[in-house]
């Protein structure tokens, strides 16, 4: 073989041995960093042995370029690995360490992220870290300052400490929500003590006028529950004919003066006091009841008709009218009240028979004493005309016994005569 072919025949393998590993290399190492340091070290080595081949074949004298040329190409990998590999890995070292060290505020540098290897995926896996951190930490902080609508999203599904972050908000959430739930159910309890207690003084300040009662607890209950209308209906059981009276009414700071009658089991309110049960509508029948305010005069959108019932006995019926909802807090008040108001209503009526049977009682008493007066003037008149006939009897009697005594003078002085006249006839 002619040994002037050799070189460019070397060549010609050398470019081929490369070609082939760089395919081989790609296939096998494709997007990985071991692909940048395959290459580079397996060109030094074809290279540095391409060298050694050519340098054997033109004598020892040739070491003195050769030896220096191979520790270039080994600087130039190791530069090359280094500027490829090395410096990025010790930049994402540096942001690992930052984010070990808990400082979130870190940077990547691009050049770092278009790259298609681990180091590529690593920095986009820091990058997505630190996004991640940063979203939790300002989570967390919103949490911290009380703002637990705040969100974020997980970093996937086996994000653990993202969990434990929502289940913390969840948490958070329901305690907030309880707390909540409990300072209403306090507020609704403190309304309904401060309202009972308001009523019970109104109940004790108004036990006698059963008119001025009505309105006070009226007009006292639209107010204190910011409704719009009301009014209290009284069983009238006076006569035979019994039914339910409209004692006062009460409607946007205005007392009401209406004569309404409702018959027993007539319509709803009739027959709430029938049933003795409280009946609660939001949708009421057309033109059942109508507010008049300076809105105009419009249908109420609630009407609440409670009985004031105690124990089984029911004297009358609240019927209550709003444009917004009654809250169930609301009627269990209106029921308490109702059953006060029915308990003062029982006690006035029951002080009002009282009151009435004594009256009767002393008005009978005085007839009997005026009878009993007028029995003793008759029984009087009545002893001094005994005493009158029997001084008149006496009287007569003395005078009967007077002629008697005359009568017999005259009878002994016509005797006397007669004998008298007798001897002078004689004579």
Same mark, same amino acid.
């Given at each position: ?17 490369i ?12 997007n990985?960093?071991l ?19 050519i ?10 370029w ?5 520790v ?15 410096r ?6 540096q ?7 808990g400082?979130?505020k ?6 770092i992220?278009?790259k298609?290897d681990?180091?590529g ?9 630190s ?17 637990l ?6 970093? %996937?599904?086996? $994000? &653990?400490?993202?969990d /434990? *972050? ?5 948490? =958070? ?19 309904i003590?401060e ?9 004790r300040?108004?036990?006698e006028?059963k ?9 006292n209950l ?7 209308q009301?009014?209290?209906f009284i ?5 035979n004919?019994k039914?339910?009276?409209l ?13 309404r009658?409702i ?24 033109d059942?009841i109508?507010?008049?305010? %300076?809105?105009? $005069? &419009?249908?109420?959108? /609630? *009407?609440l008709?409670?009985?004031?019932? =105690? ?6 019926v ?10 169930e ?11 006060s ?5 029982s ?5 009002t ?9 002393q ?13 003793r003037q008759?029984?009087?008149?009545l ?5 009158a006939?029997?001084q008149?009897?006496k009287?007569?009697?003395k ?13 002994e002085?016509?005797e006397?005569?007669?004998n008298?006249?007798?001897e002078?006839?004689?004579?």
């Amino acid at each position: 073989m002619d040994t002037r072919l050799l070189p460019p025949l070397s060549v010609f393998l050398l470019i081929v041995s490369i070609g082939l590993m760089i395919l081989i290399m790609r296939l096998l190492f494709k997007n990985s960093v071991l692909f940048k340091i395959g290459i580079s070290t397996a060109i030094v080595i074809i290279l540095a042995s391409f060298i050694s081949g050519i340098q054997v074949k033109l004598g020892p004298l040739h070491n003195l370029w050769s030896f220096p040329l191979q520790v270039l190409m080994a600087i130039a990998a190791y530069t090359y690995i280094s500027r490829n590999i090395k410096r990025p890995l010790d930049e994402i070292l540096q942001v690992v360490q930052k984010i070990t060290d808990g400082n979130l505020k870190v940077t990547i540098d691009d050049a770092i992220l278009e790259k298609k290897d681990e180091l590529g995926r690593i920095g986009k896996a820091m990058v997505q870290l630190s996004r991640g951190l940063n979203e939790k930490s300002r989570f967390a902080s919103d949490i911290g300052e009380g703002n637990l609508n705040s969100s974020f999203e997980k970093l %996937g599904d086996q $994000d &653990e400490f993202g969990d /434990a *972050l929502l289940q913390m908000q969840d948490s =958070l959430k329901q305690a907030r929500e309880e707390e909540q739930k409990r300072k209403e159910e306090d507020q609704r309890r403190n309304w309904i003590t401060e309202g009972m207690a308001k009523f019970a003084d109104i109940l004790r300040q108004n036990e006698e006028d059963k008119e001025e009662l009505a309105f006070k607890i009226i007009s006292n209950l639209v107010k204190y529950m910011n409704i719009n209308q009301g009014g209290l209906f009284i069983l009238n059981d006076e006569t035979n004919d019994k039914y339910l009276e409209l004692l006062s009414c009460y409607a946007f700071d205005r007392r009401k003066f209406l004569n309404r009658r409702i018959e027993i089991g007539e319509g709803l309110l009739g027959a709430c006091f029938v049933e003795g049960k409280t009946t609660y509508m939001t949708k009421l029948p057309q033109d059942y009841i109508r507010i008049t305010s %300076g809105l105009g $005069d &419009e249908n109420p959108g /609630a *009407l609440l008709l409670v009985p004031l019932k =105690l124990n089984d006995d029911v004297y009358g019926v609240l019927e209550l009218a709003s444009f917004k909802p009654f809250l169930e807090h609301e009627i269990e008040f209106t029921e308490k009240i109702a059953e006060s108001v029915a308990s003062a209503i029982s006690s006035l009526q029951t002080s009002t028979r009282t009151t009435l049977l004594l009256q009767k009682s002393q008005q009978q008493a005085e007839e009997m004493r005026a009878q009993e007066e007028e029995m003793r003037q008759n029984m009087e008149e009545l002893t001094a005309t005994q005493e009158a006939l029997e001084q008149k009897e006496k009287e007569n009697y003395k005078r009967v016994k007077k002629l008697e005594m005359l009568n017999r003078r005259l009878a002994e002085e016509v005797e006397r005569l007669e004998n008298l006249n007798a001897e002078k006839a004689i004579q």
